[in-house]
């Protein structure tokens, strides 16, 4: 799926350049934009008790963009386990030229912080999430 962000002046640096620490905020944008479009909006998964922390992020930074660059985010659930889910990030400017590569990983909660079982517990959102991975 496909994800647009526009750099804000607020995310660059003295440098004039987007600080590497924000690719990590669009990552989530983007992730959470996907999700919601799998009709699996995240305040609704939260309302339910199911919490998908961040386990592992890799970011590879391949050009810089600046203030005002629209950057297209495509991201696509890489992997899914049932346990714990992969997404894949392609960031690119809006002449092609690729800035970051990303993945990150999650694993499910319930509300007290104990694994869930997505499968056993939320059978509805663990299909949606296999349909999700096989696109």
Known sequence: ???????????TDKM?????SNYV????EARVDALEKAGLPYDMLERRGVISPVVSVQCRYLHSSEFADVIN???RLESFTGVRMKFRYDMSKEDGTKVCEAESEHCFLNE???????KKNFPDIYEALIAMSEN
């Not at 007290?112 to 997505?118: I, K, S, V, Y």
């Open 112 to 118: 007290d912080g104990f694994p869930l079982r997505l």
């Open 16 to 20: 004039g350049i987007t600080h590497h």
């Open 73 to 75: 985010i495509d991201v």
């Open 25 to 28: 905020r669009w990552m989530e």
């Open 1 to 11: 799926m496909m994800y647009k962000h526009k750099v804000q002046y607020y995310e």
